[in-house]
Nanobody
Framework: QVHLIESGGGLVQAGGSLRLSCAAS????????MGWFRQAPGKERESVAS????????DYVDSVKGRFTISRDIAKNTVYLQMNSLKPEDTAVYYC??????????????????WGQGTQVTVSP
């Protein structure tokens, strides 16, 4: 079992930055992928970024490449999502997720079996 707790969401103006954190507890993550997903009102949940816990290799969807950075701190069992140059279309509830590393990249939410409660990110024009 993996327990995930997100933090760091909030309200920011377009062009601003936020850093999300996801603290994990429970089992070891060495064979896991950590992902960030988001869901805007009326839209499906979509992948944003993911990272292989064992070697730190990241993956990003095109809409956030060059603006978002995913990283992990092994000692703190925490994964981060640094979000820069935020746009109103980035507004969504952001979720942290963990799943076993079975292939790469893993962008479908069905690959992940542990989820955090979500944190709201709102970007004003």
């Amino acid at each position: 079992q993996v327990h995930l707790i997100e933090s760091g969401g909030g309200l920011v103006q377009a062009g601003g930055s936020l850093r999300l954190s996801c603290a994990a507890s429970g089992r070891t993550l060495s064979s896991y992928v950590m992902g960030w997903f988001r869901q805007a009102p009326g839209k499906e949940r979509e992948s944003v970024a993911s990272i292989r816990w064992s070697d730190g290799v990241p993956d990003y969807v095109d809409s956030v490449k060059g603006r978002f950075t995913i990283s992990r701190d092994i000692a703190k069992n925490t994964v981060y999502l640094q979000m820069n140059s935020l746009k109103p279309e980035d507004t969504a509830v952001y979720y942290c997720a963990a799943g076993p590393l079975r292939g790469w990249p893993l962008r479908g939410d069905w690959h992940y079996n542990y989820w955090g409660q979500g944190t709201q990110v709102t970007v004003s024009p």
